[in-house]
Nanobody, 127 residues
Framework: QVQLVESGGDSVQAGGSLRLSCAAS????????IGWFRQVPGKEREGVAG????????VYADSVKGRFTISRDNAKSTVYLQMNSLKPEDTAMYYC????????????????????WGQGTQVTVSS
């Protein structure tokens, strides 16, 4: 099993930036990809960005392309989500998740592709 801890959530004004971190521990050798998801009350959890550990391939939701960047630091077993040009609609609880399925591409943006989840970190963007 993999344990995931998110950090970096905060309240910022529109146009600002934040960097979220996702620290992984446990059976990290089993991880094939890590994703960031977000959820607001009453709505489905949606995939924001994903990164494949082996070749560093990244995928993004259309809503964040060009503004968000996912990256990893293997030495620290940490994945980051750099969020720039934040908008009020980016307000949500952000979760990271780890998966091991053999699929690629946009699979990393699907909730069903993940087995281990963190507790979340809140991002609030005010206008």
């Amino acid at each position: 099993q993999v344990q995931l801890v998110e950090s970096g959530g905060d309240s910022v004004q529109a146009g600002g930036s934040l960097r979220l971190s996702c620290a992984a521990s446990g059976y990290t050798n089993s991880i094939r990809y890590i994703g960031w998801f977000r959820q607001v009350p009453g709505k489905e959890r949606e995939g924001v960005a994903g990164i494949y550990i082996g070749d560093r391939t990244t995928v993004y939701a259309d809503s964040v392309k060009g503004r968000f960047t996912i990256s990893r630091d293997n030495a620290k077993s940490t994945v980051y989500l750099q969020m720039n040009s934040l908008k009020p609609e980016d307000t949500a609880m952000y979760y990271c998740a780890a998966g091991a399925s053999p699929y690629g591409g946009t699979w990393a943006l699907r909730k069903s592709g993940y087995r281990d989840w963190g507790q979340g970190t809140q991002v609030t963007v005010s206008s």
